[in-house]
Nanobody
Framework: QVQLVESGGGLVQAGGSLRLSCAAS????????VGWFRQAPGKSREFVAG???????SYADNAKGRFTISRDDAKNTVYLQMNSLKPEDTAVYYC???????????????????WGQGTQVTVSS
């Protein structure tokens, strides 16, 4: 089993920044891919960013240039630095782990094996 705990969410004004953290514990494979997803009220959960075990990254179009994903394997933690936040970034943000032996960063929820409980991000205009 893998446990994921997100933190770092909060209320921020438009144009501000937040750094989310995803701390993993349990049987986390070194070859895992970690993804960040978000879900706004009334909308489906969508991919935001992902990072592979080799350090490769992938971003949704609306995150490119503003968000940066990184991982610290020594701390079993993945970060999502979010800059230039917009009101439309308001959502619950989840991290998830894909434990398969692949460097491919998948963008659909069904590909991920474990999920955290989420952290709320609210961006005011």
């Amino acid at each position: 089993q893998v446990q994921l705990v997100e933190s770092g969410g909060g209320l921020v004004q438009a144009g501000g920044s937040l750094r989310l953290s995803c701390a993993a514990s349990g049987r986390v494979a070194r070859t895992s891919v970690v993804g960040w997803f978000r879900q706004a009220p009334g909308k489906s959960r969508e991919f935001v960013a992902g990072i592979g075990w080799s350090g490769g990254t992938s971003y949704a179009d609306n995150a490119k240039g503003r968000f940066t994903i990184s991982r610290d394997d020594a701390k079993n933690t993945v970060y999502l630095q979010m800059n230039s936040l917009k009101p439309e970034d308001t959502a619950v943000y989840y991290c998830a782990v894909d434990q398969r032996l692949t460097p491919v960063i998948r963008t659909t929820t069904r590909e991920y094996d474990y999920w955290g409980q989420g952290t709320q991000v609210t961006v005011s205009s």
